[in-house]
């Protein structure tokens, strides 16, 4: 049975009248989370409501003997179910034969395939993009020295046997350049700030940099910062 079939059979239990509310639920909950990172946490807990909701055919038949039974079943009812209880118990079966249990029963199992949860691929983009986010990024205006210097080592080593030392060495740049947003504001509000852009243009750049931090961003918003913590998402391309 593939995982396909088994979440078909989940959902028929769920519809049958003789699943309960706690396994409904549990069913919604696993549903919800397929395919997404709480998936297998979901899958454990569906599996252990279906281990406590399904029916041994012992307790069946301890209710089927029970007042309980005649009271929601009347007399008839009550004696036609113990019958069926005793075929039940002749043929070997484990559990109730209902609805529910039935498919209870079936995906309990072969449960290791919902536990079975394999990682989403990730869908890392090809080492061409980010040369060209590289260079794109070296050639903006608010690229620092130092990490045009560095990319520009890069790009003399690829395809040679000092390529991986050029990519991490890039990679420690941009960790050290990419500028953090509380760097940012302090740099738009300092002296510095006048002296290199004027009064006037530093007061803008000051309001521009408050706006960026309370608007949540981390890092600054520039070419350089933007392209520069495209490259570091995806490093491990540039280190393979």
Same mark, same amino acid.
């Given at each position: ?30 549903l919800?989370?397929? *395919? ?5 946490? &979901?899958a454990?807990?569906?599996i ?21 039974a ?6 008839? *009812?009550?004696?036609?179910l ?9 043929? *070997? ?46 050639a ?24 991986k ?23 738009a ?16 750049? &000051?309001a ?5 931090k ?12 933007t ?14």
């Open positions: 049975m593939d995982k396909q079939e088994l979440i078909k059979r989940i959902k028929a239990m769920s519809a049958a009248k003789t699943c309960c509310p706690d396994l409904k639920r549990a069913v919604q909950n696993y919800i989370a397929l *395919g997404k990172p709480g998936e297998k946490i &979901a454990k807990n569906l252990a409501e279906i281990e406590e909701d399904i029916m041994p055919i012992e307790e069946l038949a301890t209710f089927a003997r029970s007042a309980r005649i009271q929601i079943l009347g007399k008839e *009812g009550a004696k036609k113990l019958a069926h209880v005793d075929e039940l118990e002749k043929i *070997g079966a484990k559990y109730c034969d209902c609805p529910a249990c039935t498919h209870a029963a079936e995906i309990l199992k072969h449960k290791e395939i919902l536990l079975d949860v394999k990682k989403p691929a990730e869908n890392l983009p090809d080492k061409k993009t980010l040369l060209e986010k590289l260079k794109t990024m070296a903006s205006p608010s690229c620092y020295p130092d990490l045009r210097k560095a990319v520009q080592s890069y790009f003399d080593a690829l395809g040679t046997d000092k390529e030392i050029a990519a991490e060495n890039l990679i420690d740049e941009l960790e050290d350049d990419v500028e953090p947003i509380d760097l940012l504001v302090i740099f509000h300092s002296n510095r700030a006048i002296e290199m852009l004027g009064a006037e243009r530093a007061k803008i750049f &000051a521009n940099a408050d706006a960026l309370a608007s949540g961003a981390k890092y600054c918003n520039c070419l350089a910062c392209l520069g913590l495209e490259v570091l998402k995806y490093k491990k391309v540039l280190l393979v």
